[in-house]
């Protein structure tokens, strides 16, 4: 329902030149706000160069008896 709304609203802000600088700074605001949050994530489980923890996940084709 509240992507529904968002469609609608941005779609009724799209019509006029002062409705698409608004959702210019709106998008600018929000781009902004998700960029600070990603540098504040914990809930992500790898770390570069780490195998994963999950022993049932798929790691690739194996190196070994290649010819």
């Known amino acids: ?3 529904i709304l968002q469609l609608v609203a941005t779609r009724w802000l ?3 030149p002062f409705g698409l600088v608004i959702l ?3 998008w600018l605001v929000m781009r902004k706000r998700r960029g600070e949050q990603a540098g504040k994530r914990t809930d992500v489980l ?3 160069g780490r195998k994963s923890r ?3 996940a798929w790691q690739g084709p ?3 008896n290649r010819k």
Do not use: L, Y
């Open 46 to 48: 790898r770390e570069p």
């Open 24 to 26: 210019g700074i709106g």
């Open 62 to 64: 194996s190196a070994r």
């Open 14 to 16: 799209a019509r006029t």
């Open 54 to 56: 999950n022993p049932d």
């Open 1 to 3: 329902m509240k992507r």
